[in-house]
């Protein structure tokens, strides 16, 4: 099992940058591809970003294509999300979440942290 804790989220101004952190338990960490999701107020969770477990390969969300970018650390145990060029768009809780052996383009995973807040501002 692997839990997940998220970290980063806060109050930005429209066009600045953030960097979500999420870290997970376990020994297991580089056999997990890792995604970002994301739930704005009134709004479904959508997928953000992913990286596979294998190759790195990644797979973006199209309203965040160039703006952000998804990165692990497997010595680490933490995937990371660099969000620039925010947009009041962008304002939503940020949840990580992980899938053994699956791709950066896998939509279903099994483990999910808590999420941190991310609002900005206009």
């Known amino acids: 099992q692997v839990q997940l804790v998220e970290s980063g989220g806060g109050l930005v101004q429209a066009g600045g940058s953030l960097r979500l952190s999420c870290a997970a338990s376990?020994?297991?960490?580089?056999?997990?591809?890792m995604g970002w999701f994301r739930q704005a107020p009134g709004k479904e969770r959508e997928f953000v970003a992913g990286?596979?477990?294998?190759?790195?390969?990644?797979d973006y969300a199209d309203s965040v294509k160039g703006r952000f970018t998804i990165s692990r650390d497997n010595a680490k145990n933490t995937v990371y999300l660099q969000m620039n060029s925010l947009k009041p768009d962008d304002t939503a809780v940020y949840y990580c979440?992980?899938?053994?052996?699956?791709?950066?383009?896998?939509?279903?995973?099994?483990?999910w942290g808590q999420g941190t807040s991310v609002t900005v501002s206009s």
């Open positions: 979440a992980a899938n053994q052996f699956g791709s950066a383009r896998s939509r279903t995973y099994s483990y």
């Open positions: 376990g020994r297991t960490f580089s056999t997990y591809a």
């Open positions: 990286i596979s477990w294998s190759t790195g390969s990644t």
